[in-house]
């Protein structure tokens, strides 16, 4: 069993089809519904089978809270054959799980070999889904690296901040540039002498994934990992840089109990270990 939802694997095969019968007899009858698209691993992989399948749900609305609810009202409203009730032992018996901007539920797999766990990532825009989905195509180890070398723009060329019209900075505060699927987004940090934080105050924020790659331009994601690690090499050269993107990397890529042994969990120790050496 795979996931919260205690679903089954599921073959490469099946996944378009299942996403296919998923829009034809829940998404598409919904009346906030526009558009989606399978992300995740199933865009860089060559996988043969996934634990589950990432949606990107783009839905009618203006406000995500309330889109989820009633999307989730929805959901609950179709048959229990259709969506199907959870059978992990944490789980058991429920019927969707909302985590963040996810909603997930369990789904027949197209072949009826068993069920599937689909995580909805809900977007409220084609540019929002835009960003989600050139976010989250990325494998995780190269997401976790950009995740960090976003943090060190600033730190690498702090003539970037002056392009966003901020006040000065008093001697204790820094700028510093956050990335999720969600947006990127420019904070307002307050730290200690030691550069620690002590608070921090989204100043700005966008969904433009084209101003991502415009802070990233030194840094090509279509290479291998081994070769993002001699350019990060070359072209950190503040103190503090590399640290950051080590850092965030560890707290970000972790090799779970179900992924050892595995080819996605091997992949991901043998990016920790070359980064521990970095």
Not at 225 to 248: A, C, M, P, T, Y
Request: charged share 25%; with cysteine; hydrophobic share 35%.
């Amino acid at each position: 069993m795979s996931g919260s939802t205690g679903g089954n694997r599921i073959l490469r095969a099946d996944v378009f089809p299942t996403f296919v019968d998923y829009q034809k007899k829940v998404l598409t009858p919904y009346s906030k519904y526009k558009c989606s698209a399978i992300t995740g691993s199933y865009n860089y992989s060559g996988k043969k089978d996934f634990g589950d399948i990432d949606l990107i749900v783009h839905l009618d609305a203006s406000n995500k809270k309330i889109a989820k609810k009633e999307f989730i009202d929805y959901l609950l409203s179709l048959s229990q054959n259709t969506i199907v009730s959870f059978v992990s032992k944490k789980y058991f018996g429920k019927r969707y799980l909302n985590t963040g901007e996810i909603i997930t539920v369990l789904y027949p797999i197209y072949d009826n070999t068993g069920w599937v766990q689909i995580d909805n990532i809900i977007s409220l825009s084609q540019e929002e889904s835009d960003f989600k989905n050139r976010f989250l195509s990325l494998p995780a180890i190269k997401q976790g690296l950009m995740l960090g070398l976003i943090k060190t723009v600033i730190l690498e060329d702090p003539n970037v901040s002056s392009l966003f019209l901020l006040p000065e900075l008093n001697d204790n505060q820094e700028l510093e540039f956050n990335l999720s699927s969600s947006a990127l987004t420019l904070r307002l940090v307050d730290l200690t002498p030691e550069y620690k934080t002590i608070k921090k105050i989204d100043v700005w924020k966008t969904i433009d994934w084209k101003i991502v790659q415009v802070l990233l331009e030194k840094y090509d994601f279509h290479k291998d990992f081994e070769d993002l690690l001699v350019d990060i090499k070359n072209n950190l050269h503040n103190s503090r840089s590399l640290n950051r993107v080590k850092g965030i990397f560890k707290s970000m890529v972790s090799v779970k109990s179900g992924e050892r042994e595995t080819e996605k969990g091997n992949e991901k120790q043998h990016a920790l270990d070359l980064m521990s050496r970095l």
